[in-house]
């Protein structure tokens, strides 16, 4: 069965650390922990039962609590589906740069090269507009075009 557990937003890979080390500390019978950036404030833990669930999140920092209820794989599906970043993006979206020169600047999409999974961009902040080709890895999207 696997549960969710509710825990500090931005926190969720921190908490699952925490909840892999305590399992093979104590050696409790949960099959699996997961912590994904589509689910904010959430990790999911596969289990035996909900008692395993509830012992293994007692004390635990960051925890607020368990979600009441199960869920399945089927219903889990679209968060372990691998999909690409390229296929997410289009022109007019505003896009953060995550990593390379400009790290921390947000500009807008003018062009998307799904083969080459690459995006053109213009700074949002800059006094000239200047045209920066970046693979999709570098960027993280902030708002889609509507």
Do not use: C, W
């Not at 035996?48 to 209820?69: D, H």
């Not at 289009?90 to 953060?96: F, N, Q, S």
């Not at 690459?118 to 902030?142: D, G, M, N, R, S």
């Amino acid at each position: 069965m696997i549960f969710a557990v509710r825990t500090t937003a931005g926190q969720e890979k921190n908490v699952a650390e925490m909840l892999a080390s305590k399992v093979e500390r104590e050696k409790l019978d949960v099959y699996s922990i997961l912590a994904t950036e589509n689910l904010k404030g959430y990790i999911l833990v596969e289990a035996e039962n909900r008692g395993v669930v509830e012992e293994l999140v007692r004390g635990a920092f960051k925890v607020k609590g368990i979600v009441p209820g199960t869920t399945s794989v089927d219903e889990l599906e679209h968060l372990l589906t691998p999909r690409k970043l390229v296929e997410d993006i289009e022109k007019g979206d505003l896009v953060e740069l995550v990593a390379g020169l400009f790290k921390g600047e947000r500009a807008r999409v003018i062009r998307v090269d799904k083969n080459k999974e690459e995006i053109t961009i213009e700074l949002e902040q800059a006094a000239v507009p200047i045209p920066i080709t970046v693979h999709v890895e570098h960027v993280k999207i902030v708002s889609k075009n509507k």
